[in-house]
């Protein structure tokens, strides 16, 4: 998909991230989801070499009736919202979660297949037995709630079972207190090391009778008119209770292609990345050493607790506290807090928190809900932070709306993310040319575009003011007020060839993240960047009104072949010299002049002379200059063929915009070898330091300390 931009007000902001905060699954991921591995009866199944779903034990299991292992699969061909269709006589899935899609499928590789769906019912095929399963609820997931039921009963028996499945900790504590669980947690711990996600699933009978007195309670609170979502999770939580242990799954959701890459070059560029992720702690850990968010090198701080553990909250900020204060200055180390953690952490220890979080080059944020993540996002904008956020699905628009900058990836959980942001595109790893190339080109562009306005207008200015130091303080204006009127609008024109301007391949942008922090630094909007332009605007309007006034002066009548000149006359070559003074300037000054941009530049300044020649003869053809406003069409008829033909007065410009230029020169000569800006840095390293790149950068990725030049080959 090619990149969407929705709001192109805020394309400047690009070049100024600080900190990115991304959703993990379908950004960082593939959202791919393969059943990987899983936990049955206490019993492991597959490995990451080999998916459960092959291994010869398992479904030798699965083929016994009633077995555990078929009440497992069982569980998961009916507690979900997949549709089906048949293509070349197979079974084809589809669901809004990859999740419920990965693991029907594997259900069906198994031997437990789905062969029709619809509101009514569901038709399973176990071994060559056909069941049909009457559909009455559906208790759907939500991200508060983590966790989905489905209430189904056997056609054949008659029976009535509520299938779960769901987050770890959600289904744990409605598990029956007879239910042993040390051996599946175990499970569970080992299949998030090697960054799996885990669901538990649970079930139970329910009575016929139970199901009727519960149903009236469910459909009394979904008709409520008040507090309904309150009532409806009561009811929930009436018949999610006591269940029955069946397993857990494993699924593997692979990186994207080149993530690992992407982050490593935002942390090079001084970025903070933040990580926020529903998955539990060490899954959310171990993704994170796979994508480069955790390196063996640097520290983790791990701050965990919660509101009913807050003196393991305490005692992790304390030790976080005391493990920053032993690390050297400037240091980098990475965090990981749980969901639970973040709001007594943000309530009760929010300085000492946001303390320890916002000095973390990397942060990982797991079991956090949407809501969560826009609480995030706020308290990182609250530092004065510029922050961009990126996810793909529609829990990720909170976060994506409360950042500065909004990114939507377009994936398999659909557009409501693409939607809402300001930019959208495919793929995580585009997030670097969107940010190292467009943003750095744009903010480098508009920054300059400011910074040459000013100067020019600055010039004009000064100049007028200045010219009635030499004409008693009168107040009268040298220039003529059409031309006057026209400057901005048309004779500097030209400045908007800067959206074809690029200080540096783009390429190589993509390549030299260093360059990136300097861009957003925002050195070239400093005050002293911007002090830098005001004076050599003065300096220029005191070299062009000194070196045209005094050349008009009555002791240079000797040069003009003895003739004064009017103010008219002075002030078109006046407006013409600083015409051509801002060009020279903008010539010196602007990274890269293309054809385009000589040809606009061209026009311009014919269309200057030519529109001069018009109008200072304009009375011979026509009466249109009488009813121009504040125009005296006497004063300036032909004017300007005196100006064209005085050969001293070509002397004068040429003499102007050559002292100027040796002015601008110097300036960046000056700038350049007392105050070096990292471009200049880039190219000087470039084309001098080549043999010693490669060494300091691997250096730099192993030990942090960067003892070479500031780039990269």
């Known amino acids: ?100 899609e990965a693991l029907v499928k594997a259900s069906r590789d198994v031997g437990v297949e789905l062969i029709d769906a619809n509101a009514d019912y569901y038709m399973l095929k176990i071994n060559g037995v056909i069941e049909k399963w009457n559909h009455l609820q559906l208790l759907k997931f939500t991200s508060d709630r983590r966790r989905m039921s489905v209430i189904m009963e056997n056609d054949k028996t008659g029976k009535i079972y509520l299938f779960m499945k769901g987050a770890d900790d959600k289904v744990l504590e409605r598990l029956r207190p007879s239910v042993s669980t040390t051996i599946v947690r175990t499970h569970i711990d080992d299949f998030a090391k090697d960054g799996l996600r885990t669901l538990l699933v649970a079930y139970k009978e329910i009575s016929t009778a139970d199901y009727k007195r519960w149903n009236q309670k469910y459909h009394a609170a979904s008709i409520a008119a008040d507090d309904r979502d309150k009532l409806l999770a009561e009811v929930f939580d009436e018949v999610e209770c006591n269940l029955v242990l069946s397993g857990c799954t494993a699924v593997e959701d692979k990186l994207q292609e080149d993530v690992e890459n992407s982050i490593q070059k935002l942390r090079d560029a001084g970025i903070r990345v933040w990580m926020l992720t529903g998955d539990k702690f060490e899954t959310a850990k171990q993704i994170g050493r796979t994508c480069n968010l955790i390196s063996d090198v640097f520290p983790l701080i791990a701050i965990r607790g919660g509101e009913n553990d807050l003196k393991v909250l305490e005692s992790s900020l304390r030790q976080a506290e ?12 990475s965090m990981i807090i749980e969901g639970k953690t973040l709001q007594p952490a943000f309530e009760k220890y929010k300085k000492r928190f946001r303390k320890i979080a916002m000095k973390a080059e990397t942060v990982i944020c797991c079991r956090v809900s949407p809501k969560q993540k826009a609480m995030i996002v706020k308290l990182v904008k609250k530092q004065k932070k510029q922050t961009l956020a990126i996810g793909d699905g529609g829990n990720d628009v909170p976060m994506i709306q409360e950042a500065h900058v909004g990114v939507g990836i377009a994936g398999k959980e659909g557009l409501q993310a693409s939607r809402a942001a300001d930019f959208s595109f495919g793929k995580f790893k585009f997030l670097i040319p969107l940010m190292f190339v467009h943003g750095h080109l744009a903010h480098n562009r508009s920054s300059f575009m400011i910074k040459f306005s000013f100067y020019k207008n600055i010039v004009l200015a000064l100049c007028q003011v200045l010219y009635n130091s030499f004409t008693g303080v009168s107040g009268q204006s040298p220039y003529n007020s059409l031309s006057l009127t026209l400057f901005n609008f048309l004779w500097t024109a030209y400045t908007f060839m800067m959206i074809f301007d690029y200080d540096i391949p783009r390429d190589e942008l993509k390549t030299q993240p260093y360059i990136y922090e300097h861009t957003k630094s925002g050195r070239s909007m400093s005050v002293l960047t911007s002090l830098s332009w005001f004076i050599m605007a003065l300096i220029h309007t005191s070299a062009v009104l000194l070196i045209t006034v005094y050349a008009y002066m009555p002791h240079m009548l000797p040069f003009m072949g003895g003739a004064s000149h009017d103010i008219e006359y002075i002030g078109h070559i006046l407006f013409g010299n600083i015409l051509w003074t801002i060009l020279g300037t903008y010539f010196i000054l602007n990274q890269s002049i293309n054809a385009i941009g000589l040809i606009v530049i061209s026009i311009t300044m014919f269309l200057y002379y030519a529109f001069l020649c018009l109008y200072s003869n304009a009375l011979n053809v026509t009466s249109f200059i009488d009813v121009i406003p504040g125009v005296d069409p006497y004063t300036i008829v032909g004017v300007v063929n005196q100006v064209m033909l005085d050969p001293f007065h070509y002397l004068v410009t040429i003499l102007v915009v050559g002292v100027s230029s040796v002015i601008v020169l110097s300036f960046v000569v000056c700038v350049n070898l007392f105050f070096p800006s990292i471009i200049n840095q880039y190219y000087q390293f470039k084309s001098v330091h080549k043999k010693a790149l490669h060494q300091a950068t691997e250096d730099y990725f192993f030990t942090g300390i960067y003892n070479g030049p500031l780039f990269t080959n």
């Open 1 to 100: 998909m090619a990149c969407v931009a929705r709001n192109t007000n805020i394309i400047e902001d690009l070049g100024q991230i600080e900190f990115v905060l991304t959703d993990k699954t379908g950004t960082l991921t593939q959202n791919i989801m393969l059943f990987q591995q899983c936990s049955i009866a206490n019993v492991k199944y597959g490995s990451i070499v080999q998916p459960a779903y092959e291994n010869k034990k398992l479904l030798s299991n699965v083929s016994i009736s009633n077995s555990e292992e078929e009440i497992f699969f069982r569980a998961l061909s009916l507690c979900h919202t997949c549709t089906r269709k048949e293509e070349e006589g197979k079974s084809i899935y589809a669901s809004p979660s990859p999740d419920e």
């Open 322 to 333: 005391v493990e920053i204060s032993s690390f050297a200055k400037g240091a980098r180390y």
